[in-house]
């Protein structure tokens, strides 16, 4: 099983500022990541895949980077809205989720 | 739009058989090479891949579940269902339905609201 690592667990920042979140695969997962966004009391939204193409509807503030094992997903200018969970997903074999990072407000 | 719908039973006994069924709108089960997928989520182990399939074509099931889990499709409704037999409280869970974006090979792109089930006697 591809294990799916996040960092920092809990991120603090300020409205307007940008956070950078970031996640580890156990092994290579080439460009097979995608990053979702979940608030209280819904499902995930799916932002990102293949590691930097934003999904439909998705805001330009949201983007991704990386390939292999190390990714990121940076959030310009955070909105009130974008304070939630934040899971990774690799889908190269079988599919697993990371653990979330929490953006909260500063 | 696409628009998924988990239905079922809130209140499932250890070791009986737990059963939800997604009602899809806004599209098919059948058109497109679309694969669909149960993920459940739960404070402790996060959100879980449960399995999925392709209609009228290949079934993938997560190998820890493997044992425990079917689905099938009733296509007179368009929907798709879950049964994971021999529950135990650690299935208690937001159970999820989805579609994905494409194939089996993508992520997912379509979720359901969400179902809690809760395991207990």
């Known amino acids: 099983e591809i294990l799916m690592t996040q960092s920092p667990a809990t991120l603090s920042v300020s409205p307007g500022e940008r956070a950078t979140l970031s996640c580890r695969a156990s092994q290579n997962i080439d460009s097979n990541l995608a990053w979702y966004q979940q608030r209280p009391g819904q499902p995930p939204r799916l932002l990102i895949y293949g590691a930097s193409i934003r999904a439909t509807g998705i805001p330009a503030r949201f983007s991704g980077s990386g390939y292999g094992t190390e990714f990121t997903l940076s959030i310009s200018s955070l909105q009130s809205e974008d304070f939630a969970v934040y899971y990774c997903q690799q889908y190269i074999y079988w599919r697993t989720f990371g653990q979330g990072t929490r953006l909260e407000i500063k | 739009q696409l628009h998924l719908q988990e239905s079922g039973p809130g209140l499932v006994k250890p070791s009986e058989t737990l059963s939800l069924t997604c009602t899809v709108s806004g599209g098919s089960i059948t058109s497109g090479n679309f694969f669909w997928s149960w993920i459940r989520q739960t404070p402790g182990k996060g959100l879980e891949w449960m399995g999925g399939f392709y209609y009228g074509g290949t079934t993938y099931y997560n190998p820890s579940l493997k044992s425990r889990v079917a689905m099938s499709v009733d296509t007179s409704k368009n929907a798709f269902s879950l049964n994971l037999n021999s529950v135990t409280a650690a299935d208690t869970a937001i159970y999820y339905c989805?579609?994905?974006?494409?194939?089996?090979?993508?992520?997912?792109?379509?979720w359901g609201q969400g179902s809690l089930v809760t395991v207990s006697s």
């Open positions: 989805t579609r994905h974006l494409g194939a089996y090979t993508n992520p997912f792109e379509y």
